[in-house]
């Protein structure tokens, strides 16, 4: 089992490597300079070459390369090419936001897919079940902004039971974070929940097919009983794939959400960062994500391992 | 409860998970119908739209189905509703098949080719899928649009790229599938190829595996647009957009809900129909390739 982990820790630290590699030569090959940018299309080349030797731009690639994966391994991102601010405290604060938009957005749709997942797959034949399955269908398809906008439309306006936008810092006024930050999680919960209520359901069918829970039915169990005490781990496994994938969506939805509702996570440092052109926070804010999406699918190659005493005894 | 022996109710617990395939052919019919009405709306607004789309008609601004003889309404600038649907559905006609072909072009064969190598080489391809993986669609978008500036054929492009990762892994575990078979081995035997198995064997065989791909990958890709556009680096504001609709109807949203409502079913009904269309071709190809 050690021996797993061991092979899965490298190639998370072999891809975060090659993340950074391909992340910061697309960003540098591609055609565009940071330093003209900058200073707008009216500015004389001597200028331009001054600010490329002040940003350390006409270093050759490789040490442009090193010096800034250095900078990130100690936690500095370099500063910013249009706010001259250093990048990493902001990151780091931005991105704690949105850890808290994720982490709700995964509750609402763990505490909405799972009952109704293994619901529908117990009644796959009747009403209920198909509802379920015809809902979930038609939840997939909506996108999750727009229901950030039907939201904000019908609870916050029409009815003004909650805030249509804005972040307030949970140590400062814990309530007021809540009250704030209900609308996003429903945003980005509802329509996970919906694509994960298909792959718990199909789970869940799958394992209700198997011998070892008609003998656990034989033994007199319900098959509720039989399927919550046996069935569940199984098809937990296939969930948690899902559940992994669905986090980094989250992520990247939370990118979309945050600019809905004015949350000043690091989805909506991105965009800014985009529109401004400022590759170098760019580059920082991609890498973050992109070795969250490692870290993820590291640890749900974990998960698997203690769920499945299969895997562990390899 | 019946005393007759044979009026048994059905007991989920014994019920094959493949039992419940009653349906696929009425909703595999219902998503065809649905691509293909998208397809025509699409493709009629190049030569007709009920109003051209930049027309502005500014005495019906914001008026509801049917006034001025707009099917639809108008939207805030009094654009016609049902024509600017049209047009979009263009845009989303094309942004789907270039991204979706760029990855099915790259990711078929780069699939196959996984299945065929030695282990260690298609652990390397896989390795790299795994970390192409790690970039989603709308992340490589705006990856790109910082370097270019966002619109539509940067989206396209990396929707494209993002949605490779998927096609690799699909065709490669039905290539192997297909590899194991005793006529590819036959054909071994026979002294073909390996590029005229993969060529004659592999790819007729793992063609069904990619128009299924295709269809969901279509319906990811029209979310991913929205959402782009949404943020501003998708369609230009000349670009007729389901996306772009709804970023604009934001201000309108609580006084007239409509102007919202119909991209949002656009979207929502185009998504549906191109996932049934997935779904129930997964069902009619052979479920042995298909995985899950």
Redesign the interface.
């Given at each position: 089992m050690l021996r797993r982990f061991g092979i899965r820790a490298l190639v998370f630290v072999v891809s975060a490597f090659g993340a950074s590699v391909l992340i910061f030569f697309v960003l540098s090959i591609l055609p565009g300079d940071p330093a003209r940018v900058a200073l707008g299309f009216g500015a004389t080349d001597e200028s331009v070459a001054a600010l490329r030797t002040e940003m350390g731009l006409d270093r050759p690639l490789i040490t442009q390369y090193l010096s800034w994966i250095g900078g990130v391994l100690h936690g500095d991102f370099g500063r910013s090419f249009s706010s001259k601010l250093p990048i990493g405290p902001m990151l780091f604060d931005r991105f704690t936001v949105t850890l808290w938009l994720v982490l709700g957005g995964v509750v609402v749709a763990l505490i909405i897919s799972i009952p109704l997942g293994v619901l529908a797959a117990v009644r796959h034949r009747k009403v209920s079940g198909i509802l379920i399955s015809g809902l979930s269908q038609v939840g997939v398809a909506v996108p999750a902004f727009l229901a950030g906008m039907l939201l904000i439309a019908l609870v916050a306006m029409r009815w003004k039971w909650l805030p249509p936008n804005g972040y307030v810092v949970p140590a400062t006024d814990p309530g007021g974070f809540v009250k704030h930050m209900i609308l996003p999680w429903l945003s980005l919960g509802l329509v996970q929940g919906a694509v994960l209520t298909r792959y718990v359901r199909s789970a869940v069918l799958d394992e209700m097919g198997q011998d070892y829970l008609r003998t656990a039915r034989s033994k007199g169990l319900r098959p509720m009983q039989a399927l919550l005490r046996h069935g569940l781990r199984n098809a937990s496994i296939p969930v948690v794939t899902v559940l992994g994938v669905q986090l980094v969506t989250l992520m990247i939805g939370a990118v979309v959400i945050e600019r809905v509702f004015v949350i000043p996570g690091v989805g909506s440092m991105l965009t800014d960062a985009v529109s401004n052109r400022d590759l170098m926070t760019v580059q920082g804010i991609v890498f973050v994500l992109v070795l969250f999406a490692l870290l993820v699918s590291f640890l749900v190659d974990i998960a698997y391992t203690l769920i499945d005493p299969r895997l562990r005894a390899k | 409860m019946s005393l007759d022996p044979t009026a048994r109710p059905?007991?989920?617990?014994?019920?094959?998970?493949g039992a419940?395939r009653r349906g696929p052919n009425a909703l595999l019919v219902i998503g065809a119908v649905i691509v293909v009405a998208v397809a025509v709306a699409g493709v009629v607004s190049f030569f007709w739209t009920p109003f051209d789309t930049g027309f502005t008609d500014t005495a019906n601004a914001k008026v509801g189905m049917g006034v001025g003889g707009h099917l639809l309404g108008t939207d805030r600038l009094g654009r016609d509703i049902a024509s600017l649907l049209m047009a979009g559905a263009k845009t989303t006609l094309y942004v789907g098949i270039v991204a979706v072909g760029i990855a099915a072009v790259i990711g078929t064969p780069l699939g196959i080719l996984a299945a065929m190598v030695p282990r260690r080489y298609s652990e390397f391809l896989m390795?790299?899928t795994?970390?192409l993986?790690?970039?989603?669609a709308?992340?490589l978008a705006?990856?790109f649009?910082?370097?270019?500036?966002?619109g539509i054929t940067t989206a396209m492009i990396a929707i494209g790229i993002a949605t490779i990762p998927s096609f690799i892994r699909v065709v490669r575990s039905g290539a192997l599938v297909v590899l194991e078979s005793e006529y590819v081995q036959a054909a071994r035997v026979a002294g073909r190829s390996r590029l005229g198995i993969a060529w004659n064997h592999v790819l007729p065989n793992v063609l069904g595996l990619v128009i299924v791909q295709s269809s969901v990958s279509y319906?990811i890709a029209i979310?991913a647009e929205?959402?782009l556009s949404?943020?501003?680096?998708g369609a230009g504001l000349t670009t007729p957009s389901w996306?772009l609709m709804?970023q604009e109807s934001?201000s309108t949203?609580?006084s007239y809900?409509m102007i919202?409502v119909w991209p949002?079913l656009a979207?929502?009904?185009?998504?549906?129909g191109f996932?049934?269309l997935g779904d129930g071709l997964r069902d009619r190809f052979d479920p042995r390739l298909a995985g899950?």
């Open positions: - | 059905v007991d989920p617990v014994t019920a094959a998970p419940n390795r790299c795994d970390l993986l790690a970039f989603p709308l992340l705006l990856m649009a910082a370097i270019w500036g966002g319906a979310l929205a959402g949404y943020l501003g680096f996306g709804l934001q949203l609580s809900p919202t949002a979207i929502a009904i185009a998504v549906v996932n049934l899950r």
